[in-house]
């Protein structure tokens, strides 16, 4: 089976400032992550993925996310955000068929 | 190209009627997907298609929601005798298939069961 972690439900930060979203997961299967944003009355958008290869992921809008297997972590970071990233961001693993998500992080950036 | 469509955008139902969903995936998607997001609950899956058929129907929360998929393309989701809890955004995706593949999502359909 498959679960993911969202440790925080909403995350404040001041424009321009770093930001790590965090994610543990834990899987019975081949590992793949994802990243989705949500904007505003908007529908799932894909940020960045993890199937293999180098762990530091690099996605859109100038977000990146680490695999750690150790730690079964995927924390989402962006080392200067923009209020334009206001959204929920939702971590996803893939299990045999679909993707189980966390909960969901909300991003707040103000001026 | 189009991306994934979903109608109605908006449905308000009363208590006990049954309502459909619909789903139009991208082109050549042979995957398809449902997933419901409601407050608290965060993103559930309900049902997954490849082709026409679905092998894994493990998220439909009760025998009153059904879905089926024709011609490997259009989905419809039907929920029947809805009910309060009912009330959330009915999200669909698709995808090229395979593990790592991106699922796709369409801006979903706000269901208000009153």
């Known amino acids: 089976a498959q679960s993911v972690t969202q440790l925080d439900s909403q995350v404040p930060v001041f424009e321009e400032a770093p930001v790590e979203l965090r994610c543990n997961y834990s899987?019975?299967?081949?590992?793949?992550l994802f990243w989705y944003v949500q904007y505003p009355n908007q529908g799932l958008q894909l940020l960045l993925k993890?199937?293999?290869?180098?762990?530091l992921v690099k996605g859109i809008n100038g977000f990146e996310a680490e695999f750690n297997k150790s730690q079964t972590s995927f924390h989402l970071r962006k080392p200067s955000v923009h209020i334009s990233d206001t959204a929920e961001y939702f971590c996803?693993?893939?299990?045999?068929?679909?993707?189980?998500f966390g909960k969901g992080t909300m991003l707040l950036v103000s001026p | 190209g189009a991306g994934v469509s979903q109608s109605p955008s908006n449905k308000v139902t009363e208590k006990g009627k049954d309502v459909e969903l619909r789903c139009d995936p991208i082109?050549?998607?042979?995957?398809l997907y449902w997933y419901r997001q409601s407050l608290g609950q965060g993103l559930e899956f309900l049902i997954y298609f490849q082709g026409n058929s679905a092998p894994d129907k493990s998220g439909l929360p009760s025998d009153r929601f059904s879905a089926e998929r024709t011609g490997g393309s259009v989905s419809t989701l039907t929920i029947q005798r809805t009910q309060q809890e009912d009330s959330a955004v009915y999200l669909c995706?698709?995808?090229?298939?395979?593990?790592?593949?991106?699922?796709?999502f369409g801006p979903g359909t706000r269901l208000t069961v009153t």
């Open positions: 995706a698709s995808s090229l298939g395979g593990q790592g593949a991106e699922q796709y």
């Open positions: 899987s019975s299967v081949s590992v793949y």
């Open positions: 993890y199937l293999s290869g180098s762990t």
């Open positions: 996803a693993v893939r299990g045999y068929s679909t993707l189980t």
């Open positions: 082109s050549g998607h042979t995957a």
